[in-house]
């Protein structure tokens, strides 16, 4: 099994003393430790280290900061036969009652239909496509694409339940949803790479929502600046109405401590036209029309 790890020492060996408790036979797997540092530039180029050391026909992968049930690596194996080339796990993420925003978007990864926290691939399979594109520098959208790569190779991927995963969510900082922002723009290199896949799997339609706030505030700074004091209300106005909207459903089934509320208030002024900035520069930076 291969996992990247930077910089977080506690959290690895809380994973590694999860896989030391394994019910598969200790003789029948290897733990590769990759260290994704400064000079890694992300963790595809850290997982493409691992595997291609791997003795083993069959690559487990999984995250620094994951505990592996008992039972993942005996389970996951199990799944596999000789029409199989991948198989997923369960990722289980337990969140508080009222989670946080953050908390919340983290637990999504419990319904991603490919995750690197939690998957097995044949070696050669991984070798027939290249394994992770090391263009995704960030970890963000490395393992959806090696999904729709494995989709286009015509590799079989089924799903293992009963691999399990337990994926604690990190403490974060406040505003931590700001700085994420700069992930968006691998958003791009994945739309340019599998349109149809990206439209039918990740999203559907553009963030219109993103893209009207940050055009109202455009116009208002602009409207200020020029002394049109009527366009400047008009927009400024339809600004807040949008941002305040945008929010509330930030907002809605979530924590509502005042730090929790004042971090929704202030990030969500942020957020559009942070997105929307990362948007561009992916776009740019990838060269394909992506919004």
């Known amino acids: 099994m291969v996992i990247p790890t930077c910089g977080r020492p506690e959290l690895l060996r809380r994973c590694l003393d999860a896989l030391s408790r394994q019910t598969l036979d200790p003789s029948r797997f290897e733990v590769i430790v990759v260290d994704d540092g400064p000079t890694r530039n992300g963790p595809a180029v850290a997982r493409n280290l691992g595997w291609r050391r791997a003795r083993a026909p069959i690559v487990a992968f999984t995250d620094d900061d994951t505990e592996p049930a008992p039972g993942w690596l005996e389970h996951g194996l199990a799944a596999f036969t000789d029409e199989v080339d991948a198989v997923t796990g369960r990722v289980r993420m337990p969140l508080p009652e009222v989670p946080t925003d953050y908390e919340r978007d983290a637990g999504g990864l419990e319904r991603g239909e490919f995750v690197t926290a939690n998957c097995f691939l044949r070696g050669s399979v991984l070798e027939e496509v290249g394994g992770f594109d090391e263009n995704f520098r960030l970890a963000w959208r490395e393992d959806s694409d090696l999904q ?38 691998f958003d791009a290199l994945l739309f340019k790479k599998h349109r149809r896949l990206y439209r039918e799997r990740i999203r559907s339609a553009p963030r219109w929502d993103y893209y009207a706030i940050t055009a109202c505030l455009i116009v208002s700074v602009a409207c200020l600046l020029a002394g049109q004091e009527k366009v400047f209300l008009a927009a400024g106005g339809l600004w807040l109405a949008l941002t305040a909207r945008f929010c509330a459903q930030r907002l809605r089934g979530t924590a509502r401590t005042w730090s929790h509320v004042i971090e929704m208030a202030l990030t969500s002024m942020l957020i559009p036209p942070l997105a929307v900035f990362w948007r561009v520069v992916g776009a740019l930076k990838f060269r394909v029309a992506f919004v």
């Open 148 to 185: 729709f790569r494995l989709l286009q190779h015509g590799a079989r991927i089924r799903h293992a339940p009963e691999a399990i995963v337990l994926h604690p969510v990190r403490p974060a900082p406040w505003g931590v949803s700001v700085r994420q922002q700069r992930k968006v723009m």
